[in-house]
């Protein structure tokens, strides 16, 4: 791939990226709510203020509700006590990736 | 947050660097694309032959989960006025899922308090990836194995998943379907027609899984 192209593919993927993130705001115009919508953004209203809980998902657990999106941030927040998966998914992930890497560099060489 | 994409950004901008790219790239790409897992899934298609449509349609497949976020952020992001497109350019699930509960102190607009988080956000993405761009370079010790973070960070979120949901079909329908493509098509050309599949298969199912939902 040369460099003109490289920097298409990135053009292409940054488009298609900002497709999705935007389509919603197309898709339900302002003022004129589908019910999908009300449905969900319900949930996010009741999230926001739901006083201890969306106070410790804001402290700390919040990033951990991500994978899930807003069913998985809601069904926390409905737990009553979300467990803080932030760390523990870094914590994963880099203990992992530094396993491997000492693997394929001192064992299977 | 800070630490999260520092880990994840210096990690994306190292492996990068060792797949061949000056440190700008993984810079640029986190300042106009700014969608983790798709950069990272980017990285070997940069790497591959050129494939316009290919990467359109892995971006879609990839990042079709942003539709749900921008459902749920429609009021609040729309309430933010002129910082509203920034905002929705800007909805990583991290920045997702602090706006989405977010509860600013009394006084503070939530507007505004949602446009610093997105903002700050970005920002540490794009400085950690940067710095892991030039920092590969430099760096004394092997990064050999350096791209498992990759395969470590989707399997974490696979088990976390799994682990939070007790309806696991859907799980299993995307395992199987992978399984079975990758038998089929081999190991470059698996995907597209694997999340083809999975999305067939999920909508077949739908009116059970809707059913098993409502019961619970």
């Known amino acids: 791939m040369t460099t003109a192209q490289s920097l298409i593919t990135i053009g292409i993927i940054a488009l298609g990226t900002v497709f999705t993130r935007f389509l919603p705001f197309w898709l339900f115009p302002k003022g004129k709510p589908g019910a999908a919508h009300r449905g969900i953004s319900g949930k996010g209203a009741a999230l926001c203020c739901d006083g201890p809980v969306g106070g410790v998902l804001f402290e700390g657990c919040a990033p951990a509700a991500a994978p899930y999106g807003p069913a998985g941030a809601d069904r926390r927040g409905g737990d009553g006590g979300p467990a803080c998966l932030e760390k523990n998914t870094l914590l994963s992930v880099g203990v992992g990736t530094v396993l491997y890497m000492l693997l394929v560099q001192l064992v299977f060489v | ?216």
Not at chain 2, 104 to 113: A, K, S, T, Y
């Open chain 2, 1 to 216: 947050m800070l630490t999260g994409y520092a880990f994840l950004g210096l990690a994306y901008g190292i492996l990068m660097q060792s797949a061949g790219f000056p440190f700008w790239y993984p810079a640029l790409i986190s300042l106009v694309v700014y969608a983790g897992s798709m950069q990272y899934a980017a990285v070997s298609l940069l790497g591959a032959a050129f494939d316009p449509a290919g990467a359109f349609f892995l971006t879609l497949m990839v990042n079709a989960r942003h539709l749900f976020y921008g459902v749920s952020m429609l009021e609040p992001y729309r309430a933010a006025g002129k910082k509203t497109p920034y905002l929705v350019f800007a909805m990583s699930d991290e920045t997702f899922s602090v706006n989405v509960s977010a509860c600013p102190p009394e006084g503070v607009d939530r507007g505004w308090f949602m446009f610093w988080v997105s903002l700050l956000d970005q920002f540490y993405w794009v400085a950690a990836s940067a710095l892991g761009g030039l920092l590969g370079r430099v760096l004394t010790v092997s990064t050999k194995g350096i791209e498992f973070v990759m395969t470590a960070l989707f399997v974490t979120i696979f088990t976390g998943q799994w682990m939070e949901d007790r309806e696991h079909r859907p799980a299993l329908v995307g395992l199987g379907a992978s399984v079975l493509c990758l038998a089929l098509f081999g190991a470059g050309n698996f995907i597209l027609p694997a999340m083809a599949l999975i999305v067939l298969l999920l909508l077949v199912m739908r009116p059970a899984l809707d059913k098993m939902g409502a019961v619970r």
